[in-house]
């Protein structure tokens, strides 16, 4: 087989070529695990005060790729800025995570914004536009927004739940509200992922972390068609952008993803055996993934053995080596560093 030598070998792989090694990033890959992240955690007033300071921001993105090589960055945001910037009260409190004004009728819906407040987002902009300049020049840069269904669970709930049973309950209970939320936000994170690209941006990932609480009919209307929706809203204005889907906990409707016009790549959780997706999706699909987060926690054999699976797994395809969801952030900086020597050498 002949292999390609692109200047960026991730953005090679998106675009279906299968690399002499797979190219490395990792979901939340710039956080807490990172002794030099906690360092400049530390000097903002909040986790939003930290999201919109782009000498922050930048800094926090730069942090893994100097540690560690990965051969994309992904912004330092959360995808809370958009309903953030839509109007609805956003906080984050340590050690218990976001917390919102729940959205749970017409009226709290009414008090959002048409459209984000784009001067609000600004400053991840200006992230996006210095670290175009200021990553190595074999390195990609990543954008990303989370899906609406996943997003407008957090609006509605207030917070993470374990099911997302208030926003299921909203669906059910009240449709067209809740399919007036899905709208705006499908609008608004089509233009936000746009203008990440405007800025910068090389390619954009849509995090569907809560996909998999859904099921097959709910799963249809609430994530596979606003998501389909929103790439094709993306890919209208930047056309040659490559878009990757991670709809955690898809199991056996991953396919509606991997089938969705404008997708080149499939982000795939833990619990899916690389085997099976090579031979289940379509061949000129890139797939992303999924080492258990829990093996790089762990180390030793157990970390040796995960990274071998997951190699010899995707073997065949052309592949990104992740994560089956995000690092976390008791995970060993050593361990990471092992992870990277055993990739570099496959």
């Not at 030099?36 to 300071?53: G, N």
């Not at 071998?308 to 560093?337: C, M, Y």
């Amino acid at each position: 087989m002949t292999f390609s030598k692109p200047a960026k070998p991730f953005l090679a792989a998106l675009a279906g070529q299968r690399q002499p090694r797979p190219p490395v990033w990792l979901m939340r890959q710039a956080g807490r695990y990172l002794p030099e992240y906690r360092e400049i955690r530390a000097r903002a007033a909040s986790f939003l005060d930290f999201c919109y300071t782009p000498a922050f921001t930048v800094e926090a993105t730069l942090q893994p790729i100097r540690r560690f090589g990965f051969d994309a960055a992904i912004l330092f945001s959360d995808i809370l800025v958009v309903p953030d910037a839509l109007g609805q009260t956003v906080s984050f409190e340590s050690g218990e995570g976001p917390r919102l004004d729940p959205i749970t009728d017409a009226e709290g819906l009414s008090r959002l914004k048409a459209e984000p407040d784009w001067q609000k987002l600004s400053p991840v902009f200006e992230t996006l536009d210095r670290l175009k300049t200021a990553l190595p020049g074999d390195v990609a840069l990543i954008g990303f927004c989370g899906a609406p269904w996943t997003v407008a669970s957090y609006m509605i709930a207030g917070r993470g739940t374990p099911d997302q049973a208030p926003a299921r309950l909203i669906a059910y209970r009240q449709p067209n509200l809740f399919a007036a939320l899905i709208d705006r936000l499908v609008e608004a994170s089509a233009e936000y992922l746009a203008r990440q690209i405007a800025a910068g941006a090389e390619a954009v990932q849509v995090f569907d972390s809560w996909a998999g609480v859904l099921p097959p009919a709910e799963f249809e209307r609430w994530c596979v068609k606003p998501v389909a929706a929103l790439v094709a809203k993306v890919k209208a204005k930047a056309p040659k952008t490559p878009v990757i889907a991670f709809p955690r906990g898809a199991a056996t409707q991953l396919a509606k993803f991997a089938g969705m016009a404008g997708v080149s790549a499939i982000g795939l959780d833990t619990a899916v055996e690389p085997a099976a997706a090579v031979a289940a999706l379509p061949g000129d699909l890139a797939l992303q993934g999924n080492l258990d987060p829990l093996a790089l926690v762990a180390g030793g054999a157990a970390l040796d053995e995960g990274i071998d699976r997951v190699l010899q797994g995707f073997g065949s395809r052309a592949h990104i080596f992740n994560l089956g969801h995000g690092i976390l952030p008791e995970t060993p900086v050593a361990h990471v560093e092992r992870m990277m020597a055993r990739v570099r050498s496959a």
